[in-house]
């Protein structure tokens, strides 16, 4: 399937160049027919409806004459949309025969208000002729005399249509592409892989990364306030308090307004973080996809870590008691998150002993079911 992307959003064809021709043709010979000796004027509502009333006039055989028309809506103060005209159609349409060329009639909006134009300046008679038409979206009265295709209630885009000002020139139309973001909440105990495998996943689905270590980890490097804060309680494997963690998270999210979706790894570590993601997501018309968790062996945990603090240069992992104690902490305080997610038939568990390479095959195994 065909896709493009404009600004900040993708589109899939939805209708093909050849269908559009043919719902042209469709309009035009129907037009041909009804309007062969009357002369009537072409008035095209710009900017959408250029191209469609460009093909229709240039299959019209019979003596017309062409007009145009533009109007704008602005989200006025109440709940309706207030629509003006930016330009008037010349010369005077007063006795004449109009056909109303629209690209798309949605909820019907700027079709009332050219009706009342066209009553005001006297006009013989008016018909309206539209490429698209939303039938479950349209909530006037008038009747829609010429309809190319009627379409679901989709936004489109293509053949004269736009997004903020872009996809007009394209010969067939696209539906904005509704793809659900995959937000993976990575869990284990300290040192099972949650990194790691993170690094790998990220590739592999084209999420992004949020680990809340990291950040903190970063943020000590450069003498943040919030490093200063965060010190304090990751020295002694303790966790920060939630409402410092769940602001950063809440920012590190904002950061990335294009993700497709987020793997969160050390987050949440509470109950109350997971309440906030929660919400968080839920505001972004989202939400968890699944809980992930690698389990492995305290003892297991307890040897990488120590192996880690040769080289990982984090003073929790250097010290045994530390180690100890954040495994302890995350039975205390953490490990409760499974049966959060549990409730939510939301979590998976993986055995997170083998190479790299296998637990990806695991955990790929789950992500790829949600
Ligand atoms: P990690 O790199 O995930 O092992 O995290 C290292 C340390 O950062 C933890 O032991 C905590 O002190 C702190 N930390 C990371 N994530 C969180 C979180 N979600 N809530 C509270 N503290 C956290």
């Given amino acids: 399937m065909d896709t493009i992307r404009l600004h ?8 093909s160049k050849t269908e559009v021709q043919q719902a042209i043709n469709g309009v035009a010979v129907r037009l041909n027919d009804d309007f062969k000796d009357k ?20 299959k019209f055989n019979h003596e017309c004459e062409l007009s145009f028309i533009k109007v704008a809506s602005y989200d006025g103060l109440t709940q309706n949309d207030e629509i003006y ?5 010349e010369p005077s349409l007063k006795n004449r025969d109009v056909i109303v060329v629209e690209d798309i009639v949605d909820s019907g909006n700027t079709i009332d208000i050219i009706i009342q134009i066209l009553k005001d300046e ?19 009265n008038h009747a829609i005399d010429y309809i190319g295709l009627e379409i679901a209630n989709d936004f489109i885009v293509g053949f004269g249509l736009d997004y903020k000002g872009l996809g007009r020139n394209f010969t067939s139309i696209y539906k904005l592409k509704n ?6 909440v990575l869990f284990g105990p300290p040192g ?15 999420l992004v990364h949020i680990s809340t270590g990291d950040v903190f980890r970063y943020n000590i490097k450069n003498a943040t306030e919030l490093g200063t804060l965060a010190k304090s309680y990751i020295d002694k494997g303790q966790l920060v308090p939630d409402s410092v963690t769940i602001d950063m998270l809440n920012a590190e999210v904002e950061k990335n307004p294009e993700a497709k979706g987020f793997i969160f790894d050390g987050f949440p570590r509470t109950e109350a973080q997971a309440d906030a993601l929660a919400v968080l997501l839920e505001s972004k018309g989202t939400e968890v996809a699944g809980m992930v968790a690698l389990e492995v062996d305290d003892e297991v945990l307890v040897q990488r870590l120590l192996v880690r603090g040769k080289t990982s240069g984090r003073a929790d992992d250097a010290d045994e ?11 205390a305080e953490t490990a409760i998150l499974k049966g959060y ?6 979590y998976h568990g993986v055995n997170g002993v083998g190479s790299v390479a296998e637990i990806t095959d695991r955990l790929s195994n789950v992500i790829d079911t949600l």
């Fill in 8 to 15: 900040d959003l993708n589109f899939e064809e939805s209708i």
């Fill in 39 to 58: 002369r009537p004027v072409f008035l095209t509502v710009l900017n959408g409806a250029f191209l469609f009333s460009a093909e229709l006039i240039k």
């Fill in 85 to 89: 005209t930016v330009m008037g159609a």
């Fill in 122 to 140: 006297g006009v013989n008679s008016y018909k309206i002729a539209t490429l698209f038409y939303k039938p479950q979206a349209y909530s006037k």
């Fill in 179 to 184: 793809t659900p973001m995959k937000n993976l």
């Fill in 192 to 206: 099972a892989g949650k990194g790691t495998q993170a690094e790998v996943l990220k590739e592999k689905y084209d």
């Fill in 321 to 331: 008691a530390v180690i100890r104690n954040r495994i302890k902490v995350y039975y």
């Fill in 341 to 346: 997610y549990e409730k939510q038939n939301k």
